[in-house]
């Protein structure tokens, strides 16, 4: 059983910049797709971006489009979100996720969350 923690959250202005990173155990890693989801404060948790289990393929949803870029390191077991010139609106808790597959990720088929990382961007 993979379990996950989540890192790297913070306060940053609007514009900046901040790196998550999401820590596996177990040595399942490399069998699961991998996800970050966000949950804003009175709203449902939401799909961000994926990537495959081999790393060959990311998936973004519309509104983080060219500023987050999502990536695997199947040697460290670790995930990362990088996020550039976020927008308060991008202000939540993240959470990393692991699932079986992508579509799986997409469709909140999730096999472990991590406890989530605070971000907040201010204006």
């Known amino acids: 059983q993979v379990q996950l923690v989540e890192s790297g959250g913070g306060l940053v202005q609007a514009g900046g910049s901040l790196r998550l990173s999401c820590a596996a155990s177990?040595?399942?890693?490399?069998?699961?797709?991998m996800g970050w989801f966000r949950q804003a404060p009175g709203k449902e948790r939401e799909f961000v971006s994926a990537?495959?289990?081999?790393?060959?393929?990311?998936h973004c949803e519309d509104s983080v489009k060219g500023r987050f870029a999502i990536s695997r390191d199947n040697v460290e077991n670790t995930v990362y979100l990088q996020m550039n010139n976020l927008k308060p609106e991008d202000t939540a808790v993240y959470y990393c996720a692991a699932a079986l597959s992508v579509a799986f990720l997409k469709t909140y088929r999730i096999n472990k969350w991590g406890q989530g990382t605070q971000v907040t961007v201010s204006s």
């Open positions: 177990g040595r399942t890693f490399s069998w699961f797709g």
């Open positions: 990537i495959t289990s081999s790393g060959d393929s990311t």
